[in-house]
């Protein structure tokens, strides 16, 4: 049985999505990095410095499926997705009725190397899908930013796929949804760029360790937020948010 979790304006859940999200009440936006079914590169040890060989793990639980986009309502989507896999993402999103696409972009400053002269991906493509009615607001396309790392960022949670919380702050600002929903929670940066941008969040997280994690992060949020209160967010008089065409 899922877990509910109510951190002042955050509701956890510890759980499988695809039996969580039709259990959540209205959300207005889906903001995540769901599983993508291409595996990812480990090294030994972190800081390998001049030695950056690896080797590549699939996680069972690192499918690639997208059941999860049927069951967000609707509502504007955000995810990060890999271009690998783009042609599933788009039938996906035209099965569920999505019908207008835009792209949002992460450069990173400080890429993975790779051997044998081997291009090293430096952006993560960021889709947006919506459908009349749907805006993304303010500045340019990409955002700049360094991935977390254990034993040099103090936000690091030790997630292989840890987001930006300047990234996820950023995405989250192109909108004006009050309600956002992360059906991958992972360690909670989402929620925690919801909780400081005094948004509504609903979060969803199937491993128990990284749960833990997201509630503590959540938390603290929460307790700085009360410090200063959030700007109100400005809800747009049609229903959902859509993207210039």
Not at 92 to 98: D, E, I, K, N, Q
């Amino acid at each position: 049985m899922p877990e509910k979790v109510v951190i002042g304006s955050a509701e956890l859940w510890h759980g499988n999505c695809l039996e969580v999200l039709p259990l959540l009440p209205q959300f207005d936006l889906a903001l995540t990095d769901p599983p993508y079914g291409t595996g990812g590169w480990r090294r030994d040890a972190s800081g390998a410095g001049s030695n950056p060989a690896a080797k590549l793990v699939r996680e069972q639980w690192d499918d690639g499926a997208l059941e999860w986009l049927r069951l967000c309502r609707g509502v504007p989507v955000l995810t990060f997705w890999p271009p690998a896999h783009m042609p599933e993402l788009m039938g996906a999103a035209v099965a569920c009725g999505y019908d207008k696409v835009r792209m949002l972009y992460m450069r990173k400053l400080d890429p993975k190397p790779q051997v044998g002269g081997r291009v090293s991906w430096a952006v993560e493509p960021i889709v947006a899908l919506g459908n009349e009615g749907f805006q993304l607001y303010g500045g340019t396309d990409w955002c700049e930013a360094s991935t977390p790392r254990m034993n040099r960022d103090a936000d690091a949670t030790g997630h292989p796929y840890q987001k930006p919380l300047q990234v996820m702050q950023w995405a989250l600002d192109k909108t004006k949804a009050p309600a956002v929903v992360d059906p991958y929670m992972g360690s909670g940066t989402t929620g925690v760029a919801a909780v400081m941008a005094g948004r509504q969040f609903f979060g969803v997280e199937q491993d128990r360790r990284y749960f833990d994690i997201a509630c503590e992060r959540i938390a603290r949020a929460q307790a700085q937020g009360q410090l200063m209160p959030p700007e109100p967010v400005e809800v747009p008089q049609q229903q959902g948010l859509a993207l210039e065409p």
